[in-house]
């Protein structure tokens, strides 16, 4: 089962940052936090990792709360191909550990 | 640099037929998963494999299903006497040994069963 816990869908205006909120709770010290998005019928796609401290790079910042309870993505910028559906996993790096898909969020950049 | 190659993209299998998808990983990866999502579901995990070595099957259903990762090739997915039920999108991902980004994915086979 997942281990986290996110909106099940969210909308924004295009241009506009998008912030979306996960909630893990029950994450443990080695666990990181992973996002990956899936926008329709493809494969999913790697956006960004991080463990403690606040992570960005040319997709995306990862702002992860002091007590690593939850995270948040930030898309700076929306554009309508960033429509997509967003999933927050944490897992340990490295290993033998699968990825864990939860259902996600959907996130609609409008007009 | 190729990324994950599937083929092929698109498989039409009647009941009872045999259906065989293929994943070549990224070069350099030598760890492969196989997750399955059925039309209007979440990413399910199927089974995770190394070169000759299945590490991982808790996914994969007890019958009709198996996998493999051979010392040369593809990973090749497998599905026996295939039912409607089977038809879903499959996807292959792979992982360098340091695994630091997480997984690369394929694009995806879609498979039909008429």
């Known amino acids: 089962d997942a281990k986290t816990t996110q909106p099940t869908s969210m909308d924004c205006a295009e241009g506009r940052a998008a912030n979306l909120p996960c909630n893990h709770s029950?994450?443990?010290?080695?666990?990181?936090v992973y996002w990956y998005r899936q926008i329709h019928s493809q494969g999913p796609q790697y956006i960004i990792h991080g463990l403690k401290n606040n992570e960005t790079n040319e997709m995306a910042s990862l702002i992860i709360t002091e007590d690593r309870k939850s995270s948040t993505l930030i898309l700076p910028h929306a554009t309508l191909r960033d429509t997509a559906v967003y999933y927050c996993i944490v897992r340990t790096q490295g290993g033998s550990e699968k990825l864990v898909f939860g259902k996600g969020t959907k996130l609609t950049v409008n007009p | 640099n190729a990324g994950v190659m599937q083929n092929p993209r698109h498989l039409v299998r009647r009941r009872g037929q045999e259906a065989r998808l293929r994943c070549s990983p990224m070069?350099?990866?030598?760890?492969v998963y196989w997750y399955r999502q059925l039309p209007e579901e979440g990413l399910k995990f199927m089974v995770y494999?190394?070169?000759?070595?299945?590490?991982?099957e808790s996914g994969m259903p007890k019958e009709r299903f198996s996998a493999e990762f051979p010392k040369e090739g593809p990973s090749i997915l497998r599905i026996q006497q295939v039912v409607r039920g089977d038809s879903a999108a499959y996807f292959c991902?792979?992982?360098?040994?340091?695994?630091?980004?997480?997984?690369?994915f394929g694009s995806g086979t879609r498979l039909t069963v008429v």
């Open positions: 070069k350099g990866h030598s760890h």
């Open positions: 029950t994450i443990s010290g080695n666990e990181y």
């Open positions: 991902a792979s992982s360098p040994e340091s695994d630091s980004y997480g997984y690369t």
């Open positions: 494999l190394q070169k000759e070595n299945i590490i991982d």
